[in-house]
Antibody, heavy 126, light 108 residues
Framework: EVQLVESGGGLVKPGRSLRLSCTTSGFTFRDYAVSWFRQDPGKGLEWVGF??????????DYSASVIGRFTISRDDSKSIAYLQMNSLEIEDTAVYYC?????????????????WGQGTLVTVSS | EIVMTQSPATLFVAPGERATLSCRASQSVSSNLAWYQQIPGQAPRLLIYTASTRAAGIPARFSGSGSGTEFTLTISSLQSEDFAVYFCQQYDIWPPWTFGQGTKLEIK
């Protein structure tokens, strides 16, 4: 059974840092991309960042709202992806989800997200 | 960035009836469109990808259609567990991946 479990959320003051983990099981982690999304309570979904599998460069992309502050990494030996969040702002308060990326290459490279974790709440407040 | 717009924001449907949800993209996304279901307090669950392909384990009462800029999710006979929020997401032009604001399906 494919599983993704986020951890590391909590209450943090503005300007501080937090690292989230996405621990996976039930599939060959190194073969898949991973993305992070977030959701304001009661609101919509926002893409945060993305890391390709090492077989497809292992490079990352970030949304404009977090670039320069957030960093995604992966440890294929542990089947874990990380989201390092620095210089946190009140607007970063949300539930953060990780999701497995499925690659398609029928007409250009595309990724959709087929399995998601349950999320971890990050609250940024003084 | 592609803007996704869903309508209606809230849809009231009786159990056993059909529900039709709409999603529009600000420019063509071909068939690179996914639908997710989210029950409050839970993670999004992939229902449909490539606009019309059901994900693993998704019941046949869920169907998707459309291409380009106009898409529809149809639930043919609503069950109690289907009352939730539904999001569409484009994955044609990325990053960023973008979502609609959601349609809340409520019991009539």
């Amino acid at each position: 059974e494919v599983q993704l479990v986020e951890s590391g959320g909590g209450l943090v003051k503005p300007g501080r840092s937090l690292r989230l983990s996405c621990t996976t099981s039930g599939f060959t982690f190194r073969d898949y991309a991973v993305s992070w999304f977030r959701q304001d309570p009661g609101k919509g979904l926002e893409w945060v960042g993305f890391i390709r599998s090492k077989g497809y460069t292992g490079t990352t992309d970030y949304s404009a709202s977090v670039i320069g502050r957030f960093t995604i990494s992966r440890d294929d030996s542990k089947s874990i992806a990380y989201l390092q969040m620095n210089s946190l702002e009140i607007e970063d308060t949300a539930v953060y989800y990780c999701a497995r990326g499925r690659r398609t290459a029928v007409a250009g490279v595309k990724y959709y997200f087929d399995y998601w974790g349950q999320g971890t709440l990050v609250t940024v407040s003084s | 960035e592609i803007v996704m717009t869903q309508s209606p924001a809230t849809l009231f449907v009786a159990p056993g009836e059909r529900a039709t949800l709409s999603c529009r993209a600000s420019q063509s996304v071909s068939s690179n469109l996914a639908w997710y279901q989210q029950i409050p307090g839970q993670a999004p669950r992939l229902l449909i990808y490539t606009a019309s392909t059901r994900a693993a384990g998704i019941p046949a009462r869920f169907s998707g259609s459309g291409s380009g800029t106009e898409f529809t999710l149809t639930i043919s006979s609503l069950q109690s567990e289907d009352f939730a929020v539904y999001f569409c997401q484009q994955y044609d032009i990325w990053p960023p991946w973008t979502f609609g604001q959601g349609t809340k399906l409520e019991i009539k």
